[in-house]
Nanobody
Framework: QVHLVESGGGLVQAGGSLTLSCVAS????????MGWHRQAPGEQRELVAQ???????NYDDSVAGRFTISRDNVKKTVYLRMSDLKPEDTAVYYC???????????WGQGTQVTVSS
């Protein structure tokens, strides 16, 4: 059973930065794709950023240029560096992983990010 545990969320002022971490219970080099999603109150969960096993990354337009996703296979960890945060970035952020193209198979429990104006 794969477990993903997020950390690093919190309260930050607009314009500030946070780095989220997602630690896996298993080696992550086997995951084809790992990603960060977020869900704001009353909204659907959306993909924010994802990174492949070859370290190719892509981002939602709303965060491109402000967020950076990276992975450290040795530490079994995926990071999301968030800068120039905006109140509309407020959400619960979830880490997820898949072994093959399709739907994400494994999810973390989420970490809350709140950006005050």
């Amino acid at each position: 059973q794969v477990h993903l545990v997020e950390s690093g969320g919190g309260l930050v002022q607009a314009g500030g930065s946070l780095t989220l971490s997602c630690v896996a219970s298993t080696d992550i080099f086997g995951f084809l794709v790992m990603g960060w999603h977020r869900q704001a109150p009353g909204e659907q969960r959306e993909l924010v950023a994802q990174i492949t096993s070859g370290s190719t990354s892509n981002y939602d337009d709303s965060v491109a240029g402000r967020f950076t996703i990276s992975r450290d296979n040795v530490k079994k960890t995926v990071y999301l560096r968030m800068s120039d945060l905006k109140p509309e970035d407020t959400a619960v952020y979830y880490c997820a992983a898949m072994y093959r193209w399709g739907q994400y198979e494994y999810w973390g429990q989420g970490t809350q990010v709140t950006v005050s104006s």
